[in-house]
């Protein structure tokens, strides 16, 4: 509709209807855009950032990443504390107050919010509040909750579109059926909450919520929860997990859901049976998310955009039309907050003409569940599936002094080695803070580091980042604090 507005108006104007003309125009201020509107500022580029929220910061920032970790942070510290009670210490029933913990956590993400605001500022990046859609290959209509359009002339411009969660077709307009936002809005504390999804999101919400005291069930399509994840560190959440959640539907499909005004009477599939309907107070949907990539009008710049709504890139971040970039989500798996970032410094020194491109050897990822599960590199699950050869080392936190100490004896830490050169492939780590400790076994893959550099370095103790040196120690036969595996 507007497109032909755009060209009625560009025969008789010119240039006139331009607001103004930057040298890159970045859209879409999460983690991945922000960093490439910062970036390109840096390298002296006349930068303007364009966001469609009120706030910069994205998805993760504001409703995704940021209070689901404040949230997390306390769910984790109520538990702890009841958790000493083995221990001599006891504490009373804890009280929630939702409206306290919600200015809380609102807080957090204020104080995040601010600082952006002030980096942009800093830096002379201008920032555009409003819906971005391309006119051509160098004009962008950006059009404000007003209805009010500017349009912009730029040199370059990078695409931080983002995804947006799966919205089920057969689930019922209801307030009590939300996605990931909704409920870390902190609504209520529904009494019994189903979570339809077993993947990272949907068990993170499920911790948050069963320590606030709902009853949680999980649904989940596939035969495994956290599909990503080796099995052996899935293992371990669950046997720690099984008796705090309600049931976990594996193998089952919600095939439809009834809102009445006494619940959400859901019914299910599972391997050939169909059980009763059952009655839930909330339905949490985490069913994944699906890139932005049809939103923006790519068509008119001649910027490919496939079928799911993805945006092809190489490895510079170039779209089909060179001067264009894309980046995080809507590039691609994994839809990974610290990838987006990366990607977006990369595409904002391309564009500066510098001799830049990903070269990554690993993407960790983390699920911030009790405990946490993290990996990097070469999954176990991946290896197998390759054929590849690979040996392995896995340090169980049992036999970890601090772990003992810190009464969480249940995790293990896994390293997996190339059987030639010993380099480290990839690893895993389930167990209280294995979302800081992976951190290592990042720069290990990345630095192309062996067992005997891993081993070998000194770590602290009693600590648990020394189990990341004790595997390695362990690998390469020289362990004390473990029977030596029997090789061969």
């Not at 221990?87 to 306290?100: C, Q, S, Y």
């Not at 051509?136 to 209805?147: I, P, Y």
């Not at 040199?155 to 909704?182: H, K, N, Y």
């Not at 932005?292 to 490895?315: L, M, S, W, Y």
């Amino acid at each position: 509709m507007y497109g032909g507005w755009y060209c009625e108006q560009r025969v008789g104007l010119g240039r006139s209807g331009v607001s103004a003309n930057f040298d890159v125009v970045v859209v879409g201020a999460g983690p991945g855009g922000y960093s490439a509107a910062f970036r390109s500022a840096d390298l002296g580029r006349r930068t303007l950032l364009v966001e469609k929220s009120p706030y910069l910061g994205g998805v993760c920032l504001n409703v995704g990443c940021i209070p689901s970790k404040a949230l997390l942070h306390v769910a984790a510290t109520k538990e702890a504390a009841l958790a000493l009670a083995p221990h001599g210490v006891r504490f009373a029933a804890p009280e929630i107050d939702l409206e306290i913990l919600r200015s809380w956590k609102d807080g957090v993400v204020g104080k995040l919010r601010g600082g952006l605001g002030r980096l942009a500022k800093a830096r002379k990046v201008e920032v555009w509040q409003g819906e971005a859609r391309f006119l051509d290959s160098h004009h962008l209509e950006v059009k404000d909750a007003t209805g009010e359009s500017r349009m912009v002339e730029f040199e370059q411009s990078i695409l931080a579109l983002g995804s947006s969660s799966v919205r089920l077709p057969f689930l019922p307009e209801d307030p009590r059926i939300f996605d990931s936002t909704g409920a870390l809005a902190l609504a209520s504390v529904p009494p019994r909450l189903l979570v339809l999804g077993g993947g990272i999101i949907g068990l993170e919400m499920a911790t948050v919520y069963g320590a606030l005291g709902s009853y949680i069930e999980v649904v989940e399509m596939s035969p495994e929860l956290m599909v990503g994840a080796d099995r052996d560190l899935v293992k371990v959440w669950e046997k720690r997990n099984v008796a705090k959640f309600g049931r976990l539907h594996m193998n089952t499909q919600v095939t439809a859901v009834e809102a009445r005004a006494d619940g959400l009477w859901v019914q299910w599939q599972s391997q050939g049976e169909t059980p009763a309907p059952e009655r839930f107070d909330a339905i949490l949907v985490a069913t994944g998310r699906t890139p932005n990539g049809h939103g923006i009008a790519a068509e008119r710049a001649g910027v490919r955009v496939d079928e799911r709504g993805f945006i092809p890139v190489d490895r510079q971040q170039r779209t089909s039309v060179s001067h264009i970039f894309a980046i995080g989500d809507v590039v691609g798996q994994p839809m990974l907050a610290h990838k987006a970032v990366h990607e977006g410094h990369v595409a904002a020194e391309v564009a500066a003409g510098l001799p830049s491109g990903l070269d990554i050897r690993q993407i960790p990822a983390v699920a911030y569940t009790d405990p946490e599960v993290a990996w990097t590199g070469l999954t176990e699950t991946a290896a197998k599936a390759a054929g590849l050869s690979y040996g392995k080392a896995v340090f169980p936190w049992a036999a970890s002094g601090r772990a003992l100490a810190n009464g969480r004896e249940e995790g293990l830490t896994k390293i997996l080695f190339d059987e030639t050169t010993h380099r480290v492939l990839g690893g895993g780590i389930v167990g209280v803070h294995a979302g800081d400790l992976i951190s290592e076994l990042a720069l290990a893959v990345e630095m192309g580091a062996d067992a005997t550099d891993v081993g070998r370095t000194i770590h602290p103790h009693p600590t648990l980042g020394e189990t990341v040196g004790l595997a390695a120690e362990l690998y390469e036969g020289v362990c004390t604090e473990l029977p030596l595996p029997r090789r061969g």
